[in-house]
């Protein structure tokens, strides 16, 4: 959910405009770090035509501006965008929130996690807010565990294993190290 004064965005574009924050750039250059089997691509891939319509949605919403042309060996010049100061802001906010919904874990939360990484950031807090978040939805989870019929039961036992696998993901999460987000050993 979207504070008054940040902006709602889908998270390709919220993608887009946290790359193009880190620093000016144009289209081709996003896509590319966006594309499969790339950092951000392998876990949120966000085809080249996408990229290209979340830049053209944060120009029209005045989130990033055309500050220059780059010369293409391949093409026409390549238009540089740059975040405005309020779009830098909504940025760093965006990154610091907690996703509010347990199905918003695999995407928003993981792609919050590999940005942050690539600013050099500690997780550490986001981690932590999210824990707080995650106990909510498992305390209103477990006082509907035993209640409906036979689906409902089901539904909310699956549920509550959603939760604690996205426990263990954030149990994974070396929160001491910018640089390495997931524990390997």
């Known amino acids: ?51 290209y319509r979340s830049i053209t949605r944060l120009v029209e919403r005045g989130l990033i501006t055309p500050v220059g042309a780059e010369e293409s ?38 792609s919050k996690l590999l940005l942050l990484q690539r600013r050099d950031i500690s997780p550490a807090r986001l981690v932590e807010r999210q824990r707080l978040v995650l106990d909510e939805i498992e305390e209103s989870l477990r006082t509907k565990e035993h209640t409906g019929d036979h689906l409902a039961r089901a539904i909310y036992a699956w549920r509550l294993d959603l939760v604690s696998a996205a426990r263990r993901l954030l149990d994974a999460v070396d929160v001491d190290s ?8």
């Open 1 to 51: 959910m979207a504070k008054p004064d940040q902006p709602d965005l889908p998270l390709a574009e919220w993608i887009v405009l946290a790359l193009v924050a880190e620093r000016p750039s144009h289209g081709f250059a996003i896509a590319s770090l966006t594309a499969e089997g790339t950092e951000i691509g392998e876990f949120w891939y966000i085809s080249r035509p996408m990229v």
């Open 73 to 110: 060996d391949r093409g026409p010049q390549r238009m540089i965008y740059a975040t405005t100061r309020s779009a830098k802001t909504a940025v760093s906010r965006w990154l610091s929130q907690p996703v509010a919904h347990l199905r918003d874990i695999r995407a928003d939360f993981t």
């Open 178 to 185: 910018p640089q390495s987000a997931v524990k390997t050993g």
